[in-house]
């Protein structure tokens, strides 16, 4: 009796010991963004813009908190914005799109510029890259020639 309570208690243990690594591993590589191939984020880049339905929560969310000063809840204030913005009619909610409208285009324009920029700079450090391999080069070779004398003379 003794033998057979460590063997499956082990085993139970080591199946959840197992996912668990799994789960270790999965997040690490999720959250390891620069070691794992993924590019680091660009702090110069554009944010994308909000939608309808954030242009508007803006506005509910100042109005809710002067209502319910004392609500400190981040859910209540999503579920009674999301419950108001299911009731708004198309009429009501235009203001709102058109405010996200003007926003998308804003950022489709720093986007471009953006973009622009970024092949520019991109064209740049390519050329500098290869200006500074020729005189790399250039370096190695004439080290390399200045060597082989120094050793044909040591021959002598």
């Known amino acids: ?7 499956s208690e082990p085993k139970k243990a080591d199946a959840k010991l197992s996912v668990n690594k799994k789960r270790g591993a999965s997040t690490k590589a999720v959250g390891a963004s620069t070691k794992k191939g993924k590019a680091a984020k660009d702090p110069n880049k554009p944010k994308r813009p909000a939608s309808a339905f954030f242009v508007f929560m803006e506005e509910f969310r100042k109005q809710f908190n002067k209502d319910h000063p004392d609500n400190k ?13 299911k009731s708004l009619s198309e009429a009501e909610k235009a203001p709102y799109v058109a405010k996200a409208d003007k926003r998308k285009a804003d950022y489709e324009k720093n986007m471009k510029a953006y973009n622009k920029k970024q092949a520019e700079g991109a064209n740049a450090a390519e050329e500098e890259v290869e200006s500074e391999k020729s005189m790399s080069e250039v370096n190695d070779d004439e080290e ?13």
């Open 144 to 156: 390399g020639e200045e060597e082989g004398s120094d050793e044909e003379e040591d021959d002598e």
């Open 73 to 85: 809840s981040v859910s209540a204030v999503g579920k009674a914005a999301g419950a108001k913005w």
């Open 1 to 7: 009796m003794k033998g057979a309570k460590p063997r």
